[in-house]
C-alpha cells in the first residue's frame, strides 16, 4: 500500500512533533531506513566506482556506454521509465569518428498534481591511473577513516547515487513519492557535455514541459563541515590577441632595435588590461555588473570561509583583499580577468634570441551577471584596438573571443532553494552557506538558458573531496547524510510547491 | 729561386704602373695564377664540402676530426707546421662524454723582419639534410648560375680555402711570403666554439706572443656587391625574469580576482623595459654608450645599404627610423632590446585557463662599447625591482643574467684595416663598406680579449649567401676574388707594417 503523502502534508498542515505531522513521521522513517541501509549504498557505489568510464579517453568509450546502462538499470529498478537517447559522434584531434554514449532520460511518476523535479548527473569520470599517485587503486572504493577513496565518488557517481538511494528508499518503505521525478544522466560530462546541448533543445518541449525544478548536485561546499547551495557561477569569455609583424623569426641580433618588434606590442596590450590591484582597465567593463544589494550582502555575513586555510589550500602567500566578505565577492560576483600565456614565443628552458613574427596572448574574463558577453567582447577589442592605435606599430592586431560561456545566477527565492534549505537544516542542523561558484559550470547556464526552469545546485561533497584529483574521495557520512537530504528535499519541495499552488488557487478564486 | 719580395718593397717604395712597381708586377702574376686555377680551387671546395663535419649532431663528430686533419693536410701542403691539439672532451646533455676535435695551430715562416698574420676559420658545418629544403644535395658542391652550393661553402670552408689558395699561390709562384702567416682552425665553431677559449688562453704567451694581426672571415658583406670590412659587433646580454607565486596552478575560475598573480606581474615587468620606439626604459643604460663622433658618422654616408630592399629580405613593413644612416646606427652601435619569450604559462594553441604559478620571461640586450656587462647587469635588476616594489606583490621576483658576451669594436686605424682596404680597392675596383654586425660574434671578442692584439673581420661572401640555410652558397666570383683579395692583403699589410716600422725605427734614431 502507498501512502499518498503529499495530499496528506497538504490537508494537515506542518506541526511541531512527529506525532502531529505526518511529514515529520516519514521523514524519520526515511532517515531510519538510510541509515540501516548504509552499507548497501556504499556497495553500489562501489560497484559504480569499479567501471572506468573515463569520458577522455577514447579506447574506454565503451566503459562510459556500460557505465550509462548500469546506471539505467537502476533507474529501471525503481520503476522508471528509461530511455537512451543517442546524441551523435564525435570527431577526434585525429580526424577519427566515434560514438558518443547514449543519455539517459528518465520519468518517474506524472502526478499532474505533484511537482516535477529533474535531477541531473553525470556518470563519467576524469582519467586515473594508479602511478599518478593514488594511494589506493583508483577504482576500486577504498574506506580509510571514514572517507570514501576512488575516482567518481565525489565527481559525480556519489552525488547521482544518492539521489537515486534516496527515491529508492521511498520505494522499499512503500511511501508514494511526494513529486514526480525525471532523471537526465549523461556520460561526456568530463570532456564538455558533449552533444547534451542539442538533446536539451529537442526534448525541451517534450521531456521538459513537465518540469518545474532542475537539480543539479556536481560540485561541492565551500568547507569540510557546512553545508551549501550553489546560486551562481561566473562565466568565461577567453579572448586571443595575435600581433603579426613580419613572414618570419628574425635575429635579435640582426634586426633589434630597427624593427617594432610584434612580442613588445604584444606585452604592452596584456599590460593594459588590469592593474597590479587585480582591477581591469577596459573602460565599461564594469558598467553591467549587477548592483551588490544590502540584502545580497547579508547573505555573504554568515558563510563559513576560513580565509587562512583557503590561502594556504591554495598555496599562496597574499590575497588581494583582507576580509572574508571582499574575497568572496571578487571571487563569485565580480569579474576577474587573467593572462594565461602566449603561443608563438620561445617557451623552453634556456635562451634563444629570436624575435618571433606572429605571437598569440591569451587571456579570459570571468564575467559576471548582467555582462552579456557581446558587450564584453566589443569592449575588449574597442579598448585593445585603441592601446595598439597609440603605440603606432606598422604590426598586425587580431582580437579574437575564442570561447564565451555566459555566467549563471539563480533566484534563491526559488520554492526548492527554500526546501533544500529546510532539508539540509533537518539533516545537518545548520543552515547553509548561499554560495556561488567563481568557475564556469555551463551545464547550469545551459539548462537556465534552454529550458527556462528553475536550476539549483545542490552539494553534498565537502571542500576537500578533491575532484578530478589523486584523491578523489566522497566522506561516508556526506554521502549517507547527501541521500537523507536529498529525500527531505523531494518531501519538502512537494510541500511548499502544493502551498504555491493552494496559494495561486486561492487568489485565482478570489479575483 | 724565392723573391724576397717584402725586402723589394721596403727598398723600392711604391709606383704607380706594374712596370715601376715590383709589388704590382707580383701581384699581377698572383692574380693571373689564381684566375688560370680556379677550378682547381673549386675543385678543393668541393672536396672538403663533401665531408659532412656538422659539429651539432654528435653521431657526426668523427666527420669533424677528419675534416680537420684533411685541413690539417692541405696546411702541411703549404709548408706549414702544424699542431693537432687536444682541447678535452664535451658533455652532452644525455650526460654522455665525447672528445672533442683538435683545434689546428700552424705555422709558417718565423722571419722576425715579417710582421705575423694569424688566420682563424672554422671546418666545422651546421647540420643540413635534402629534406630540409635543399634544391642540391647539401654535401655536393654544385655550381648554378655562377654560385657554388652546398653546406659549409660560405660558412666557414670558402673562406679557409681562400686564405690556404692565396698562401699557396704565393708557394706554386715560388714568391716568397711577404708574412709569416700562422692559422688556428676549429671544428666546434657551429657549436659555440667549446673548448676553444681554454686554449687560446694556454697559447697565449706562445703561439699568439709573436702574432701582430689576426683576421676572421666569417661573415658576410652588408649586400651581394660591395666589400665590406667588419669592424665591430654588439654584445649579448640575456636576462630572466622569474616571478614566483604560489606552490602550484591555479584555475582562474577559482582563484581569479583574488590573488596577485604571477603572470601580470611579469608582464607588467616585460612591459617596462622598452617603450614602443625602441627606447630601453632602464635607467642608465644609455650612459656607457661611446659617443657617435663626426669621424664615426662619416663612415655612415657612402655604405651601400638598401633599405627598400632589406626590408624586404626580413620581410617587415616599417622600420622604427627612417633613413639609412638611422637604421646602421641603431642596428650596430646603439643597444636593443628585445623580448623573447615566457617559460612556464600555456604557450600551445587552444584555450587553457590555468593562472601558472611560476612564469620566467626572457629578454635580452645587444649592448655597445663601452657599456660593460656588470654595469648592465646591476641597472636591470635594480630596475626591475623598483618596478616589481612598485607593485607590491607578494610574489617572488628572481632576476637572472643567464648568460653575457661583451661587444666587440677594433680600430679600424690598425694598420690590417688599411691594408685589407687597398687589398679591396686593388681586387674589387672599390672601396669596402666599413661595416659592423648587430649581433655578437664571441670569437672576434674572444681573440681581441685574450690575445690583445688587432683583430679585423674581413668577409669575402656576399649577404645573400645563406648561411646556415637550405641555399647556403658562395658564388665562384667571391670566392676566386676572395682568394686574390687575400693574396693582395698579405702584401699590404707587409709593406704597411714595414713602413711603420721603418717609422719607429726612425723615431727611435732621432728621439
Given at each position: 500500500m502507498t501512502f499518498h503523502i503529499s495530499l496528506i502534508i497538504l490537508l494537515f498542515g506542518?506541526?511541531?512533533s512527529s506525532f502531529s505531522n505526518p511529514m515529520l513521521l516519514v521523514e524519520q522513517q526515511l532517515f531510519q531506513y538510510i541509515d540501516d541501509h548504509q552499507d548497501e549504498f556504499v556497495q553500489k557505489l562501489a560497484e559504480w566506482v569499479?567501471?572506468?568510464?573515463?569520458?577522455?579517453?577514447?579506447?574506454?568509450r565503451a566503459k562510459v556506454t556500460e557505465m550509462i546502462k548500469t546506471a539505467a538499470v537502476s533507474l529501471r529498478c525503481l520503476g522508471a521509465d528509461v530511455t537512451l537517447n543517442d546524441t551523435g559522434i564525435q570527431q577526434l584531434p585525429d580526424g577519427q569518428n566515434i560514438s558518443l554514449p547514449p543519455v539517459i532520460l528518465a520519468k518517474l511518476g506524472e502526478d499532474p498534481l505533484k511537482p516535477t523535479v529533474c535531477f541531473y548527473g553525470h556518470v563519467d569520470v576524469m582519467p586515473a591511473k594508479i602511478?599518478?599517485?593514488?594511494?589506493?587503486?583508483?577504482?576500486t572504493l577504498t574506506e580509510i577513516d571514514g572517507n570514501l577513496y576512488g575516482r567518481g565518488a565525489t565527481d559525480n557517481k556519489g552525488p547521482v547515487l544518492a539521489w537515486i538511494n534516496a527515491v529508492s528508499t521511498f520505494k522499499a518503505l512503500n511511501i508514494d513519492l511526494p513529486v514526480n521525478i525525471k532523471f537526465l544522466i549523461e556520460g561526456m560530462e568530463e570532456a564538455q557535455s558533449i552533444g547534451l546541448e542539442g538533446l536539451l533543445e529537442k526534448e525541451?518541449?517534450?521531456?521538459?514541459?513537465?518540469?518545474d525544478y532542475i537539480v543539479i548536485s556536481d560540485n561541492t561546499w565551500l568547507t569540510t563541515k557546512k553545508p551549501a547551495l550553489t546560486y551562481g557561477t561566473r562565466g568565461n569569455a577567453c579572448f586571443s590577441i595575435e600581433v603579426e609583424g613580419g613572414e618570419k623569426d628574425l635575429h635579435s641580433g640582426g634586426v633589434g632595435g630597427i624593427i617594432h618588434e610584434p612580442m613588445s606590442d604584444l606585452i604592452a596590450l596584456l599590460d593594459s588590461l588590469v592593474n597590479s590591484s587585480g582591477?581591469?582597465?577596459?573602460?565599461?567593463?564594469?558598467?553591467?555588473v549587477a548592483p551588490l544589494t544590502e540584502e545580497e550582502k547579508q547573505l555573504y555575513e554568515p558563510i563559513e570561509f576560513d580565509l587562512k586555510e583557503y590561502k594556504t589550500n591554495i598555496g599562496?602567500?597574499?590575497?588581494?583583499?583582507?576580509t572574508k566578505e571582499e574575497i568572496l565577492l571578487h571571487l563569485w560576483r565580480f569579474p576577474s580577468l587573467s593572462i594565461h600565456g602566449i603561443e608563438g614565443a620561445f617557451y623552453e628552458p634556456g635562451i634563444k634570441t629570436v624575435i618571433p613574427s606572429r605571437v598569440t596572448g591569451k587571456f579570459s574574463i570571468r564575467q559576471v551577471?548582467?555582462?552579456a558577453l557581446s558587450t564584453v567582447e566589443c569592449q575588449v577589442k574597442k579598448y585593445l584596438e585603441d592601446v595598439f592605435s597609440e603605440r603606432k606599430s606598422p604590426n598586425k592586431l587580431t582580437v579574437t573571443m575564442q570561447m564565451g560561456a555566459s555566467p549563471w545566477v539563480a533566484n534563491i527565492r526559488d520554492p526548492q532553494f527554500e526546501a533544500a534549505k529546510k532539508a539540509i537544516k533537518k539533516v545537518f542542523k545548520q543552515d547553509p552557506d548561499m554560495i556561488r561558484d567563481?568557475?564556469?559550470?555551463p551545464i547550469a547556464r545551459m539548462f537556465q538558458k534552454i529550458t527556462k526552469k528553475s536550476v539549483m545546485m545542490f552539494p553534498i561533497g565537502?571542500?576537500?573531496?578533491?575532484?578530478?584529483?589523486?584523491?578523489e574521495k566522497i566522506s561516508r557520512s556526506n554521502y549517507i547524510n547527501g541521500t537523507k537530504v536529498f529525500a527531505s528535499f523531494l518531501l519538502e519541495i512537494s510541500k511548499l510547491h502544493g502551498e504555491l499552488k493552494l496559494e495561486a488557487s486561492k487568489l485565482k478564486i478570489e479575483t
Open positions: 506542518v506541526g511541531h569499479a567501471v572506468e568510464s573515463d569520458s577522455l579517453q577514447p579506447r574506454l602511478q599518478d599517485g593514488w594511494k589506493t587503486p583508483p577504482f525541451n518541449q517534450r521531456f521538459f514541459s513537465s518540469v582591477h581591469i582597465l577596459i573602460p565599461g567593463i564594469y558598467d553591467d599562496v602567500k597574499k590575497f588581494l583583499y583582507d551577471p548582467h555582462m567563481g568557475a564556469t559550470i565537502a571542500v576537500d573531496d578533491g575532484e578530478h584529483s589523486q584523491k
